[in-house]
C-alpha cells in the first residue's frame, strides 16, 4: 500500500503540472513557432502519425474546423508528428491536412502525453492563456462540433 501511495504521490507531482511545456520549432513553411505564438489565441494542438488509421480519418473534419478559421487570427491549429519531414510530407500530398505542421517534434510530443504510453491521434485545445480545456486521444468519434464549441467559447472571453 506505502508503494502505491508513493507511485500516486510522484506521478501527481510530475504529471499534474499545469505549466504548458515550452518549444520552439520550425513550421513544414518555414516559419519559427513556439509557445509564445499561443499566446492570446484559441489553440488546437494534434499529435499525429502518417501510419495512424485514426488520424487520417479525423483529417477531414480537422480540415473543415480549418477552412472555418481560415482568417481569424484568434485561432491558431497546429499538427505536429514525430515522423520526418519527407514522411510527413509524402502523407500530406496524398491526404492533405490544412493545419500548420511541424515535423521531428517527438521530444514535445512526449510531454504532452496524458497517459504512461503516448496515444495516436491526441487532440488538445488550449486557451489564450495556454490552459488545457481539453483533450483526447484514440479519438474514434467525430470530433469538429467539439473542437468548435471549444473555440467559440475561448474566442468569446
Known sequence: MTKLFSFIIIMFLFGCSSKFPEFQYKTLDGELISQENLKGKATVLCVWATWCGDCIREIPELNELAEKYKDNDDVLLLAFSDE??????????????????????????????????????????????????????ENKEPIFNTLDNHIQEIIKK
Open 84 to 137: 520526418d519531414e519527407a514522411t510527413v510530407r509524402k502523407s500530406l500530398a496524398r491526404y492533405p491536412f490544412n493545419f500548420t505542421h511541424i515535423v521531428n517534434s517527438n521530444e514535445f510530443s512526449d510531454k504532452l502525453k496524458s497517459g504512461v504510453v503516448k496515444h495516436f491521434p491526441q487532440v488538445m485545445v488550449l486557451d489564450k492563456d495556454l490552459t488545457q480545456v481539453f483533450e483526447v486521444t
